[in-house]
Every structure is written in structure tokens, then in C-alpha cells.
């Protein structure tokens, strides 16, 4: 379920930024958020667990789409994903 809203969340901020996101960027994200996922589902509360990860994935993508606004891209790209992570401290997302 995380992957659907993670993925209904980036569609949607990538509308509202007005950009797009690059196939393996994409790949990455996903996989990404297919570890977090299994994360969630190990946890004790994976309800309560899956909310923050929720949360923070939206977090996560804010760093994303500012790192594409820094460096004036028109897509997400690998190097904004790896900005994103680079800056991190956001429960499960840069756990993994």
C-alpha cells in the first residue's frame, strides 16, 4: 500500500512542480520504496510505522524537487535522488 501512496504523492508533486522524472530515476525510487515498504511491515505498528513513512517520503521528495530547482532541471534525475539521501535524517528513508 505504501507504494501506491508514495507513487500517487510523486505524481502529483511532479504535476504541481511542473516536472518530470527520468526512467531510472524512477527504477531507483521505486526500489526505494519497495525497501521502505518491507521496513514498514516489519515493524511492531506497521499502521502507525506507515504513516511516517508516508510523511517523510514527502519530505524526502521536497529535497528531491529542490535539488531539481538548484541545479535547473526539468526531471528528477539520479543526482537529485542522491542529494535527497545525502541530506537525510528522515525515518526510513535513509535507513535503507
Given at each position: 500500500?505504501?507504494?501506491?501512496?508514495?507513487?500517487?504523492?510523486?505524481?502529483?508533486?511532479?504535476?504541481?512542480?511542473?516536472?518530470?522524472?527520468?526512467?531510472?530515476?524512477?527504477?531507483?525510487?521505486?526500489?526505494?520504496?519497495?525497501?521502505?515498504?518491507?521496513?514498514?511491515?516489519?515493524?511492531?505498528?506497521?499502521?502507525?510505522?506507515?504513516?511516517?513513512?508516508?510523511?517523510?517520503?514527502?519530505?524526502?521528495?521536497?529535497?528531491m524537487?529542490?535539488?531539481a530547482?538548484?541545479?535547473?532541471?526539468?526531471?528528477?534525475?539520479?543526482?537529485?535522488?542522491?542529494?535527497?539521501?545525502?541530506?537525510?535524517?528522515?525515518?526510513?528513508?535513509?535507513?535503507?
Amino acid at each position: 500500500m505504501i507504494r501506491e501512496t508514495c507513487y500517487r504523492i510523486l505524481m502529483e508533486r511532479l504535476r504541481s512542480a511542473r516536472l518530470g522524472i527520468e526512467p531510472f530515476c524512477l527504477q531507483d525510487l521505486l526500489r526505494l520504496i519497495d525497501q521502505v515498504e518491507e521496513r514498514v511491515n516489519a515493524r511492531p505498528d506497521p499502521v502507525e510505522a506507515s504513516i511516517q513513512a508516508t510523511t517523510g517520503f514527502d519530505q524526502f521528495l521536497s529535497r528531491m524537487i529542490d535539488e531539481a530547482r538548484r541545479t535547473n532541471a526539468q526531471s528528477l534525475f539520479e543526482g537529485t535522488l542522491a542529494a535527497a539521501r545525502a541530506r537525510c535524517g528522515i525515518l526510513f528513508w535513509c535507513e535503507v
